[in-house]
């Protein structure tokens, strides 16, 4: 039995974006008879340290270490922070015998963990890129000082060359590590899947969210469900919110948390614009219920955000046949994957008033936006399925140890 190391600087007692796609893949791993270490953390606490598909498995054992909750203002400190949980993390998987392979969760510290497997073992590692640091940082306006950014980029540098595989979630995000000097060779290009044995269409009667929340049928939700972080565009959502103030049956529903939720109810409400609501983030089990329980999506990403990083609702979306709108870079594949195969509406996300058309396109026209969904549906099975991407990893995998 082949032994994976898993190395994750989130644990998932700490809603992400990634958890599911961590969960389901070491679930998947441990059906075809790998044996799983994991090493994570613990902040938050909102959450179990495991999740339920993975209590009692057998050839699966996590090392869990507390972290402090540091305020994201506070970069410097959370960064080293960071750092730090990476070198106490080496301290225990040092300590772990017969390991073949390790997979390397992506944060802006990762190189820490990939040099210490470098400097101490001849394990083979693969590096699976989620975000790319500080690309985002950079083209969301976080990060401004051109030193600075040029000293992570070096940095990541290091982790994509000291990684055998790499693997990406987007043919966009592909050719900026090429543009980073990384051999395509070692790149693969899988998709954040849903979970296609749990995540499924609920009908409204049975619907957990629309009966907690007392949803009227009667409306049309534009619902955008995740993090409002630095990434998220919710100017545009203000705008095209304000556009649309005077279609008294379409409400926009804001659901989660982030570090712009904040400036976004202050800003929605100085506006005056009563036609947004916020709710609060839902548990992991909840998924189905909240995007069954809108009309379409809105997925508004600041200019120059594809690329490092790339929705992972879409997926989740198209499994709860649900249409998409899209607020993107215009020139990217993912912008052009929607609207070539009918599967939503991409609109450049300098354009509030495309949006606020595709917006009304759909409300207008049920058939339409019943198409979408049922196109994004099928799309779906085929490319963003669980059952079709952690098969590739698998293989990867396999072909990692063979050659090691």
Same mark, same amino acid.
């Given at each position: 039995?082949?032994?994976?190391? $898993?190395?994750?600087?989130? @644990?998932?007692?700490?809603? @992400?974006?990634?958890?599911?796609?961590? @969960?389901?893949?070491?679930?998947?791993?441990?059906?075809?008879?790998?044996?799983?270490?994991?090493?994570?953390?613990?902040?938050?606490?909102?959450?179990?340290?495991?999740?339920?598909?993975?209590?009692?498995?057998?050839?699966?054992? =996590?090392?869990?270490?507390?972290?402090?909750? &540091?305020?994201?203002?506070?970069?410097?400190?959370?960064?080293?922070?960071?750092?730090?949980?990476?070198?106490?993390?080496?301290?225990?998987?040092?300590?772990?015998?017969?390991?073949? =392979?390790?997979?390397?969760?992506?944060?802006?510290?990762?190189?820490?963990? &990939?040099?210490?497997?470098?400097?101490?073992?001849? #394990?083979?590692?693969?590096?699976?890129?989620?975000?790319?640091?500080?690309?985002?940082?950079?083209?969301?306006?976080?990060?401004? +000082?051109?030193?600075?950014?040029?000293?992570?980029?070096?940095?990541?540098?290091?982790?994509?060359?000291?990684?055998?595989?790499?693997?990406?979630?987007? /043919?966009?995000?592909?050719?900026?590590?090429?543009?980073?000097?990384?051999?395509?060779?070692?790149?693969?290009?899988?998709?954040?899947? $849903?979970?296609?044995?749990?995540?499924?269409?609920?009908?409204?009667?049975?619907?957990?969210?629309?009966?907690?929340?007392?949803?009227?049928?009667?409306?049309?939700?534009? *619902?955008?469900?995740?993090?409002?972080?630095?990434?998220?565009?919710?100017?545009?959502?203000?705008?095209?919110?304000?556009?649309?103030?005077? #279609?008294?049956?379409?409400?926009?529903?804001?659901?989660?948390? @982030?570090?712009?939720?904040?400036?976004?109810?202050?800003?929605?409400?100085?506006?005056?614009?009563? +036609?947004?609501?916020?709710?609060?983030? /839902?548990?992991?089990?909840?998924?189905?219920?909240? %995007?069954?329980?809108?009309?379409?999506?809105?997925?508004?990403?600041?200019?120059?955000?594809?690329?490092?990083?790339?929705?992972?609702?879409?997926?989740?979306?198209?499994?709860?046949?649900?249409?998409?709108? +899209?607020?993107?870079?215009? +020139?990217?594949? %993912?912008?052009?994957?929607?609207?070539?195969?009918? &599967?939503?509406?991409?609109?450049?996300?300098?354009?509030?008033?495309?949006?606020?058309?595709?917006?009304?396109?759909? %409300?207008?026209?049920?058939?339409?936006?019943?198409? $979408?969904?049922?196109?994004?549906? /099928?799309?779906?099975?085929?490319?963003?399925?669980?059952?079709?991407?952690?098969?590739?990893?698998?293989?990867?995998?396999? *072909?990692?140890?063979?050659?090691?």
């Amino acid at each position: 039995m082949k032994k994976i190391l $898993f190395i994750c600087t989130e @644990g998932f007692d700490t809603p @992400g974006p990634s958890n599911h796609l961590v @969960g389901t893949l070491i679930e998947d791993l441990l059906e075809n008879e790998f044996h799983i270490t994991l090493i994570q953390s613990r902040r938050q606490k909102i959450n179990g340290d495991i999740p339920d598909n993975l209590i009692g498995k057998s050839n699966f054992e =996590a090392i869990t270490l507390d972290r402090k909750v &540091i305020k994201k203002s506070s970069f410097i400190k959370r960064y080293i922070e960071e750092v730090t949980y990476h070198f106490r993390a080496f301290k225990k998987w040092r300590k772990v015998k017969d390991i073949d =392979a390790v997979f390397v969760q992506s944060c802006p510290t990762v190189m820490f963990s &990939i040099l210490l497997l470098k400097l101490f073992t001849k #394990y083979p590692i693969l590096y699976s890129v989620q975000d790319m640091w500080p690309g985002s940082a950079v083209n969301s306006g976080v990060l401004t +000082n051109k030193l600075i950014a040029s000293f992570f980029y070096n940095l990541q540098k290091i982790a994509y060359n000291f990684s055998d595989v790499l693997t990406v979630i987007s /043919e966009d995000m592909k050719r900026k590590v090429i543009e980073q000097g990384v051999k395509e060779a070692k790149i693969y290009q899988i998709v954040n899947w $849903f979970d296609d044995r749990s995540v499924h269409e609920v009908a409204w009667s049975e619907n957990r969210f629309v009966n907690k929340y007392d949803l009227s049928r009667k409306k049309f939700y534009v *619902q955008y469900a995740g993090t409002m972080g630095y990434v998220f565009d919710y100017k545009m959502v203000l705008n095209v919110a304000e556009k649309l103030k005077s #279609y008294n049956n379409i409400e926009f529903h804001m659901i989660g948390q @982030g570090s712009h939720k904040e400036s976004f109810i202050k800003e929605a409400k100085e506006r005056g614009l009563s +036609n947004i609501v916020f709710f609060p983030l /839902e548990p992991q089990h909840m998924v189905s219920d909240v %995007y069954s329980a809108c009309s379409i999506c809105l997925i508004p990403l600041k200019r120059g955000i594809i690329g490092n990083s790339v929705p992972s609702k879409a997926g989740l979306l198209m499994a709860c046949n649900r249409a998409i709108v +899209n607020s993107v870079d215009e +020139n990217s594949d %993912y912008y052009k994957i929607f609207n070539e195969n009918e &599967i939503g509406i991409s609109v450049s996300n300098n354009d509030s008033d495309g949006v606020f058309e595709a917006i009304i396109r759909l %409300y207008e026209d049920k058939d339409k936006r019943d198409s $979408f969904a049922q196109n994004g549906h /099928e799309f779906g099975e085929k490319y963003y399925s669980r059952s079709v991407n952690t098969k590739k990893f698998i293989d990867i995998f396999h *072909q990692m140890i063979e050659e090691n």
